[in-house]
T-cell receptor
């Protein structure tokens, strides 16, 4: 069964303390791995798509990487405004299989 | 307006009521989706419309009835709901369904409470 698992469930960081969020997947025929950010009371906002192992994408303090079994979202020197829930999803054919998310809190 | 707009933002309804959720997208997309988001559960796909044709009904109970009159508008008609249907209902759109180069763009959802 296709599945996406995210860890940790919650992460508390001090401002400037770099860390990584993990997304492990077992998705047959993976066509793409997506990262989204969701703020409280809002819908998910698209961040990145990764297509093949070894690929990396960056946006401000975020860098997403992909291997054949997992993806990482690295957050460098986070700021309080990076606090959100980060969702990853694997795509096979026309379906997205979502993980349950990592809730990130960054304290000043 | 730009993006994906959902109304209402909040809805409280009794189990015998009938209500509708509305979604409108201003992105020129051709695919629209309904998702259900419950606490500590993955986003759950409910329905997909591609060029106004329903292409996915993910074993959703018949008390949820979608309608897509055109590529810009999507409705979810609700009747005789159960308390376990309380959740955040998200609408999304993409350029077209079934392509990996077409990420979803979400609205901010309708928070539904069934009493």
């Amino acid at each position: 069964e296709d599945q996406v698992t995210q860890s940790p469930e919650a992460l508390r960081l001090q401002e400037g303390e770099s860390s990584s969020l993990n997304c492990s997947y077992t998705v047959s025929g993976l066509r793409g791995l997506f990262w989204y950010r969701q703020d409280p009371g809002k819908g998910p906002e698209f961040l990145f798509t990764l297509y093949s192992a070894g690929e990396e994408k960056e946006k401000e303090r975020l860098k997403a990487t992909l291997t054949k079994k997992e993806s990482f979202l690295h957050i460098t020197a986070p700021k309080p405004e990076d606090s959100a829930t980060y969702l990853c999803a694997g795509s096979n054919t026309d379906k997205l299989i979502f993980g349950t998310g990592t809730r990130l809190q960054v304290f000043p | 307006e730009t993006g994906v707009t959902q109304t209402p933002r909040h809805l409280v309804m009794g189990m015998t009521n009938k209500k509708s959720l509305k979604c409108e997208q201003h992105l020129g997309h051709n695919a629209m989706y309904w998702y259900k988001q419950s606490a500590k559960k993955p986003l759950e796909l409910m329905f997909v419309y591609n060029f106004k044709e329903q292409t996915e009904n993910n074993s959703v109970p018949s008390r949820f009835s979608p309608e897509c009159p055109n590529s810009s508008h999507l409705f979810l008609h609700l009747h005789t709901l159960q308390p376990e249907d309380s959740a955040l209902y998200l609408c999304a759109s993409s350029l077209r369904a079934g392509t990996r180069d077409s990420p979803l763009h979400f609205g901010n959802g309708t928070r539904l409470t069934v009493t």
